[in-house]
């Protein structure tokens, strides 16, 4: 089997992770373990300059090749042009987005560098897959550089309503960009159709069937590639953490009172202030679950140095204290809000132990959260998940109760109903969602990935006349 070439942001290298890096990062590891082949990108660091050369590292058949970035580039490509243009546009947040042509800049140069200490690494017959909005351009840069090997890229963010991406100035060039790779992928049938339709209306280019499309002078494939989890791994972290300390400290503290829990980072996407005041608004409008149902929110902090991500903070801490002046009493807290990282295994049992799993996005690519809620669960005794209709995830759990967070009044009134669900309900709808996760697994999602990409002939086999 040719070899892989992996390009993603950040890169996890092993030994290096943190506490978080879990799902994504292992199953991308295996797939390069098992036919060898490099994962380039950020090394995560820092320094006054961006590194000449990346630094390698060789485990086992995977070359780890990292790249540290000076503070420069670090600002204007990550904090900058990624996550203060790409990510608050590609989340329908126009009003956050920052179109500062020097990030911009920033961007397409750490692009180009990147493709630049990546050229010499690939070789005649490797496919290469890229991640995420950060590398858009990569694509573009390594054919300039003369790649001719099958590239793929998948985006694991939600892909904007052409309207939407119309409003960036360099939409026309990212595009572009996007259709010098053989195999794209989206999360869900919304962002493939908004994608389709700027090709279709804005490019001119011929869409051939449902899949496969011709733009700037290239046939693409474009396709639904909906993220999944390994929920027998979730799973079994659950029950495990049933006999660790901190799952058996909550369950003690709550004692028969349910719990409802929301995981997220710290970020304006994920719909937590619209959250904690849907969450006053439940408490406002059925009183009788006051002093008995607490809400813990999980956010461990995130792109501290964005200014947007300094405002949402503020307005959580501002938000939180508010909600527990108002309703907390001496002997029951409503809102327990903490910004601290928990391992994997631990918030498995916390899910294991909540009521209701609380999954309420403005907008979201796919959200594992939810699907690692589900798969948590006691499969006699399952929670309610209470999920945003915005979140890619709620094409497949369906049987979740959907919402619109923005619908304060809405988000309370399933909160409540999730709470007096009856038990034989809870298991009916989780039994529906429980059987989606399991079946559409992370591996299912690499090896569907990787087949489409493996089906593009390499210049080798084109040359052989294979
Ligand atoms: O969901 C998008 C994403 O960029 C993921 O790829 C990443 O794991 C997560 O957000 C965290 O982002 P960051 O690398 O900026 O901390």
Redesign the pocket.
């Known amino acids: 089997m040719s070899r892989l070439v992996v390009v993603?942001?950040?890169v996890a290298v092993p030994d290096a992770q943190s506490a978080t890096s879990g799902g994504?990062a292992v199953a991308l590891r295996d797939a390069l373990q098992s036919c060898g082949g490099i994962w380039f990108g950020w090394s995560g660091r820092t320094a006054a300059h961006t590194a000449d050369e990346p630094t390698i590292a060789q485990v086992g058949p995977v070359t780890y090749a990292t790249v540290d970035l000076g503070r420069k580039d670090y600002n204007e490509y990550?904090n900058g042009f990624?996550?203060r243009t790409l990510?608050p546009l590609f989340h329908y947040r126009l009003d956050l987005a920052d179109f500062s042509h020097e990030n911009y800049q920033g961007y397409r140069r750490v692009n180009s560098l990147f493709a630049e200490k990546l050229r010499p690494l690939i070789e005649d017959d490797d496919h290469v897959w890229v991640?995420?909005?950060?590398l858009i351009p990569l694509g573009l840069e390594l054919r300039a550089r003369g790649v001719e090997q099958p590239m793929g890229f998948y985006l694991?963010?939600p892909f904007p309503a052409m309207e939407v991406l119309l409003a960036l100035p360099s939409h026309e060039l990212l595009v572009k960009s996007l259709c010098a790779y053989d195999v794209l992928g989206f999360q869900t049938e919304n962002d493939l159709r908004a994608f389709r339709d700027y090709i279709h209306y804005e490019v001119g280019g011929d869409l051939l069937d449902d899949r496969t499309f011709q733009a700037h002078g290239r046939l693409v494939r474009a396709e639904v590639f909906p993220i999944g989890i390994e929920a027998g791994q979730m799973e079994a972290a659950a029950e495990r953490a049933m006999e660790l300390g901190a799952a058996r400290r909550l369950d003690r503290s709550l004692g028969t009172r349910p719990l409802m829990i929301g995981v997220d980072?710290l970020d304006y996407s994920k719909g937590i202030p619209e959250r904690f005041r849907s969450f006053e608004r439940f408490l406002d409008t059925y009183p009788d679950h006051r002093g008995q149902v607490s809400m813990m929110q999980i956010a461990p902090l995130?792109?501290s140095e964005v200014p947007e991500y300094k405002t949402i903070r503020e307005t959580l801490e501002g938000l939180a204290g508010y909600i527990n002046g108002r309703y907390g009493d001496f002997d029951w807290m409503p809102l327990h809000y903490l910004t601290k990282n928990f391992q994997r295994e631990t918030l498995a049992g916390f899910f294991r132990l909540s009521r209701v799993g609380v999954v309420t996005p403005l907008r979201d690519?796919m959200n594992l959260v939810a699907k690692e809620y589900v798969a948590s669960q006691d499969p006699n005794y399952p929670g309610v998940l209470v999920l945003s209709r915005f979140a890619g995830a709620a094409r497949e759990l369906d049987a979740a109760l959907l919402v619109n967070p923005l619908d304060h009044d809405g988000v309370a009134a399933a909160l409540n109903k999730a709470l007096i669900m009856s038990l034989d309900e809870r298991r009916e709808r989780w039994n529906a969602m429980y059987a989606r996760v399991r079946e559409n697994s992370l591996e299912r999602w690499r090896e569907r990935f990787l087949t489409a990409l493996r089906a593009v002939p390499t210049p080798l086999a084109v040359r052989s006349g294979a």
């Open positions: 993603s942001n950040r994504l990550y990624a996550n990510w991640h995420d909005y950060h694991h963010t980072r995130s792109r690519g």
